[in-house]
């Protein structure tokens, strides 16, 4: 069995289990959702199994595996129509199944340079900034505290980090230093995660606010990885972020 019928096998099993959810209820859709999220790191691992460092047994499926918990709350949490269900179904095995492509062109390339790596660190940068959007709407929209709000992101945004900034360099990774910039990352998306929870904001708009400072982040400490980052990318970063506080500020209701 090749590995693209591993990943198209395995996104389809998580996906029927996503499907489900709804139709369980209490503790029986708990158990569910909880062997649906375990279930996702398995079937990664063996989607695309080779010999795995330690660090790659993280970084490797931290996508898969927050992209899985986000669509399984969200369809466990809210009520949606049956259609509603089976379009999120086939929005999670397309983006599953590219994940894992991604992510199996990542650990080929550990040992061995490929044309690929390229489209897939375009890929994996796409896909860090469509899950943090999916996951900090979905965060948000559960209506936790803000401390714990601003927790759950801190640690959730570090770990995203964490695999964006090991695409970089994959072998070459400096350990300390990759968790140095991501604790750092992610504490700031935590910071602001606690300030949004105060605005009378909508939750796309805190998954927005949230998946643009990521964006940032992400894209100034990557250059500065590739010891590329100048002055005009930097503002050009930088005006990217003000520009959608602005925005926020001027969009957003005040109760006035």
């Known amino acids: 069995m090749t590995k693209r019928q591993k990943i198209a096998i395995s996104s389809l099993l998580l996906a029927s289990g996503i499907f489900a959810l709804p139709v369980m209820e209490g503790t029986n859709q708990v158990v569910l959702l909880s062997a649906i999220v375990t279930a996702s790191y398995f079937l990664s691992v063996w989607s695309i199994y080779a010999e795995f460092s330690s660090f790659e047994l993280i970084s490797l499926f931290v996508l898969p595996v927050i992209l899985t918990a986000t669509f399984a709350l969200f369809l466990s949490g809210f009520q949606v129509s049956i259609g509603v269900r ?120 805190v998954g927005l606010t949230a998946a643009a400072a990521v964006y940032v982040i992400l894209g100034v400490l990557q250059h500065h990885i590739r010891e590329n980052l100048t002055r005009r990318t930097l503002f050009e970063y930088i005006f990217v972020g003000m520009s959608l506080v602005l925005l926020l500020i001027i969009s957003t209701s005040w109760g006035v």
């Open 86 to 205: 089976l379009i999120l179904a086939l929005i999670y095995v397309a983006a599953m199944y590219t994940i894992l492509l991604s992510e199996n062109i990542f650990n080929v390339s550990v040992d061995r340079n490929i044309p690929l790596v390229r489209a897939a660190r375009t890929v994996g940068y796409l896909a860090t900034l469509f899950v943090s959007f999916a996951f900090f709407t979905l965060l948000f929209g559960l209506g936790l505290n803000n401390l714990l709000f601003a927790i759950v992101a801190t640690l959730v945004s570090s770990l995203l980090f964490a695999q964006g900034f090991w695409q970089i360099e994959l072998k070459e990774t400096n350990p300390v230093r990759l968790v140095y910039f991501s604790l750092v990352g992610g504490l700031i998306v935590g910071e602001v995660a606690w300030a949004l929870s105060f605005w009378p904001l909508q939750p796309s708009k």
